[in-house]
C-alpha cells in the first residue's frame, strides 16, 4: 500500500459530536457496526468501548494513512477489521464478510480528517505550501494539479459556483486559466495567491482561496457522487432497526442527505389521483429526529465543528 505521509505530521484529529453519534447508534453490545470513514479512529475507539467481546466493528478509509494508523493502533483487537477503499465499496466489504442486511448501525463523518489537513503533502490546504493533491486516496486517481491543467474554463467556473458558492467563480476563474496559460500550477501556494489576487472581497478572519479549495477538493475527490452511492449501499446493509448516521461539512452535502433521508422515509412523490393508498405503500425507512448541530462548548473548543450537521434514520423493513 502507498502511504501519503512523507514528513511525521500531528495524527490528531477531534471525533466531532462523539457524544451525539454514541448516544444515536444506540450500540448493542453484541452489535456489529460499520464507521465507513474511520479517519484517526476517534468515533471507532468510542464504539469498541460500548461493544462487549461478540461484537463487531468494521471500518474503512480511502486514505493509506488512516489505514496505517488503524493497523498500528487497532487490529490487535479481534473485534476489529480495517479496509482501504472508499465507502462506495461498501456492499462488496459486507458482502464478502457476509453481513448485508445484518449491520446494527453505520457511521459517515465526512470531509477531511485533521491530520489530512495538517500535512502540506497532502495538498489540501491554502495555508501550508505543498504539491497540489488533495486526493483522499492517493494511491489513485488525478490529483488537483492534473485536474486543474486540464478543466476547461466552462467546467471550473461550474465547480467553484456550485461546489464552492464562490461568488466571484468568473472572475476567479479567468484568472487561473490565464495563469496557467503562463506556467502549470502544481503548488498549494501558487494556487492560492493566484485566487487571492482574483478575489475583490476578503472577507475578516476568512482565507480568500477557502471556498474555491473546498470546491476543487469535492471536484478532484467525487465527493457528491460518492456520497450519493453510499447512502443508497448503507440502507441496503442495515437490518431492520439498525440506524445510520451522517455527519456533513458542507451544505451541498447536507441537503443531498436530507432530501435521501426525505426520499427514502416517505418514497417517491406520486401524481394525485393514483388508485394507491398511503397506507399500501411500504415504508423502509424513518428519520429520527431533527438534524444535530454541536454545542457551543465543542464549537469553542474545535473550530472545525462549526459547520457539522448530523442527520440519523433507521431502516423500518
Ligand atoms: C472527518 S474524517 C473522519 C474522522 C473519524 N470519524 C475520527 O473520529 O477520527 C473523514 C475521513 O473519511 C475519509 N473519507 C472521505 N471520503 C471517503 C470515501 N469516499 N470513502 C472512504 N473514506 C472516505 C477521509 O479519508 C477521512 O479520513
Known amino acids: 500500500m502507498v502511504a501519503c505521509r512523507m514528513k511525521a505530521t500531528s495524527n490528531e484529529h477531534q471525533s466531532v459530536m462523539l457524544t451525539?453519534?454514541?448516544?444515536?447508534?444506540?450500540?448493542?453490545?453484541d452489535g456489529i457496526y460499520l464507521d465507513a470513514t474511520f479517519g484517526r479512529g476517534g468515533h471507532a475507539q468510542a464504539i469498541l468501548q460500548q461493544l462487549g467481546p461478540r461484537g463487531r466493528l468494521l471500518a474503512m478509509d480511502k486514505d493509506p494513512d488512516a489505514i496505517a494508523y488503524a493497523k498500528e493502533h487497532f487490529v490487535t483487537d479481534a473485534r476489529f477489521s480495517i479496509h482501504h477503499g472508499s465507502f462506495t465499496e461498501l456492499t462488496d466489504v459486507i458482502?464478502?464478510?457476509?453481513?448485508?442486511?445484518?449491520?446494527?448501525?453505520?457511521?459517515?463523518?465526512?470531509?477531511?480528517s485533521s491530520p489530512q489537513l495538517d500535512n502540506p503533502e497532502r495538498g489540501f490546504s491554502f495555508l501550508h505550501a505543498g504539491p497540489l493533491d488533495m486526493r483522499m486516496d492517493c494511491s489513485k486517481g488525478v490529483d488537483?494539479?492534473?485536474?486543474?491543467?486540464?478543466?476547461?474554463?466552462?467546467?471550473?467556473?461550474?465547480?467553484?459556483?456550485?461546489?464552492?458558492?464562490?461568488?466571484?467563480?468568473?472572475?476567479?476563474?479567468?484568472?487561473?486559466?490565464?495563469?496557467?496559460?503562463?506556467?502549470?500550477?502544481?503548488?498549494?501556494?501558487?494556487?492560492?495567491?493566484?485566487?487571492?489576487?482574483?478575489?475583490?472581497?476578503?472577507?475578516?478572519?476568512?482565507?480568500?482561496?477557502?471556498?474555491?479549495?473546498?470546491?476543487?477538493r469535492i471536484a478532484v475527490n467525487h465527493e457528491l457522487d460518492e456520497l450519493e452511492q453510499v447512502l443508497v449501499q448503507s440502507v441496503a446493509a442495515l437490518k431492520v432497526g439498525g440506524r445510520l448516521l451522517v455527519i456533513s461539512f458542507h451544505s451541498l452535502e447536507d441537503r443531498m442527505v436530507k432530501h435521501f433521508m426525505q426520499r427514502e422515509e416517505c418514497g417517491i412523490e406520486l401524481p394525485a389521483g393514483l388508485p394507491i393508498k398511503h397506507l399500501d405503500r411500504h415504508f423502509h425507512f424513518k428519520r429520527l429526529g431533527r438534524a444535530i448541530k454541536p454545542s457551543t462548548k465543542e464549537i469553542g473548543m474545535n473550530s472545525r465543528a462549526r459547520s457539522a450537521i448530523l442527520r440519523i434514520g433507521e431502516k423500518l423493513l
Not at 23 to 28: D, Q, R, S, V
Not at 97 to 102: H, P, Y
Open 144 to 216: 488537483a494539479a492534473t485536474w486543474l491543467a486540464a478543466i476547461s474554463e466552462e467546467a471550473l467556473m461550474k465547480v467553484f459556483w456550485e461546489y464552492g458558492e464562490e461568488r466571484y467563480a468568473r472572475r476567479i476563474t479567468r484568472a487561473i486559466i490565464a495563469a496557467r496559460q503562463e506556467t502549470p500550477i502544481t503548488t498549494t501556494r501558487e494556487l492560492a495567491d493566484i485566487i487571492a489576487a482574483a478575489h475583490p472581497a476578503w472577507q475578516k478572519g476568512k482565507h480568500p482561496a477557502t471556498r474555491c479549495f473546498q470546491a476543487i
Open 95 to 112: 458482502r464478502r464478510e457476509n453481513l448485508i442486511g445484518r449491520i446494527d448501525g453505520i457511521l459517515l463523518d465526512l470531509g477531511v
Open 20 to 29: 451525539e453519534v454514541i448516544e444515536h447508534l444506540a450500540i448493542k453490545p
